[in-house]
């Protein structure tokens, strides 16, 4: 249990038996009134966002997530089997809850799992990864990075936009929450 006071972005909440992260809250203290919380609540299972506001001072109900770091190993069938990099435990991971994130994984690649008793809940990879450009049309003479842009597929299968300069095999960061082009990897 924690009060409305203690309340911090990434925090999991238990709410009528559904878990809910905290993604945004403001302390409001009214000229007129009591004080209260305005915060913005994203279900972890669904993805769904509410507003929900607390009185002040209110308890509310945590959650125990247990974030591990993990290593992606393979795929198998339509699941995912990542190994803690810890005490070298697998675990297989259904795609629902690996859901985006299996467009910026390649074999090995690291990530965190948040689980809860037991399940994991979702996937947390770095903000940006470093993918190969399978496939993209060739460049015309005299594009610049300051042009247009043209699509390109990566490793992974997913189709990004890159600047129209990019050229197919090189290696370029790609941003995980968003799928834009970030620059050329070094």
Do not use: C
């Amino acid at each position: 249990m924690a009060t409305t006071n203690d309340l911090k972005n990434g925090m999991v909440l238990d709410i009528e038996g559904q878990l809910w992260t905290v993604v945004e809250f403001q302390h409001v203290k009214p000229g007129k009134g009591p004080a209260f919380v305005r915060t913005k609540l994203k279900q972890v299972l669904t993805g769904k966002v509410i507003d929900r506001t607390f009185n002040a001072g209110v308890k509310v109900e945590t959650a125990i997530v247990e974030k591990r770091e993990m290593t992606f190993l393979y795929k198998e069938g339509e699941d995912f089997v990542f190994m803690d990099d810890v005490n070298f435990d697998q675990m297989t991971i259904s795609a629902t809850t690996v859901s985006d994130a299996a467009n910026y994984m390649l074999e090995n690649t690291g990530a965190i799992v948040a689980i809860h008793e037991g399940n994991p809940l979702f996937i947390e990879l770095p903000a940006s990864v470093a993918l190969k450009i399978t496939y993209t049309e060739p460049g015309l003479q005299g594009d610049r990075s300051s042009g247009g842009t043209k699509p390109a597929t990566v490793e992974t299968g997913i189709q990004i936009q890159v600047p129209l300069f990019i050229k197919q095999d090189e290696v370029v960061m790609v941003d995980t929450r968003d799928g834009s082009y970030q620059g050329r990897a070094n």
